[in-house]
């Protein structure tokens, strides 16, 4: 089992709508969770960080969090062509203070215009 | 947020010879950088965590002798790849770690693309 899994896609969405990205993590000590946008050729940008269960807005971005399933997903809404990228899962590797992050292979979004 | 430079941005060299990649936050100071590594298709896979002032820490299956890490200020990491091989050509990216800020929080560097002849 993979530390970190995402489903690799491509997720197509029309522009507007929502995409719903989702990761799941084996580790139940993971306390810190992230969502980074990397773009082709790029490195990663950090998007959204969420460390309690439940949900955290920022914009059109939502991150959920739900550790009893070891769940993590990202909500874009009104989607846009320009969040056409890679999204990457990221967990902390425990324990919590050495900084290390796990990341999942990533999914690719197409925003389709 | 906080600024991470890498350089260069890419490079081309011959199997066998040593290639130097250097990390710099450029306005704050990281007691702590990290160094990953991404294939095609691939996610970051983290090499190595880059003390300043002490020994970095490799994670399981890095040679310690081929990727060499000094993080010899606050603001400067490197990590050389000695006798590069082709199956060490990569998208080389490290991270930092700002203070007093949330300790999982990491700001990345543009990368470093290795192509190894």
């Known amino acids: 089992q993979k530390e970190v899994e995402q489903n690799s896609g491509p997720l197509s969405v029309p522009e507007g709508a929502i995409a719903s990205l989702n990761c799941t993590y084996s580790d139940r000590g993971s306390q810190s969770f992230f969502w980074y946008r990397q773009y082709s050729g790029k490195s990663p940008e950090l998007i959204m960080s969420i460390y309690s269960n439940g949900d955290k807005e920022d914009g059109r971005f939502t991150a959920q969090l739900n550790k009893a399933s070891q769940y993590v997903s990202l909500l874009i809404r009104d989607s846009q062509p320009s969040d056409s990228a890679t999204y990457l899962c990221a967990v902390n590797r425990p324990p919590s203070n050495t900084g290390k992050l796990i990341f999942g292979q990533g999914t690719t979004l197409q925003v389709k215009p | 947020g906080a600024v991470v430079s890498q350089h260069p941005s890419r490079v081309i060299c011959k199997s066998g010879t040593s290639v130097k990649i250097e990390c710099r936050s450029l306005d704050f100071q990281a007691t702590t950088m990290f160094w990953y590594r991404q294939f095609p298709k691939q996610s970051l896979m983290l090499m190595a965590t880059s003390n300043e002032g002490s020994k970095a820490t490799y994670e399981q299956g890095v040679e310690k002798d081929k990727f060499l890490i000094n993080h010899a200020s606050l603001t400067l990491s490197t990590l050389t790849v000695t006798s590069a091989h082709p199956e060490d050509s990569s998208f080389y990216i490290c991270?930092?770690?700002?203070?007093?800020?949330?300790?999982?929080?990491?700001?990345f560097g543009p990368g470093t693309r290795l192509l190894v002849l």
């Open positions: 991270s930092a770690r700002p203070p007093n800020s949330n300790q999982e929080t990491q700001y």
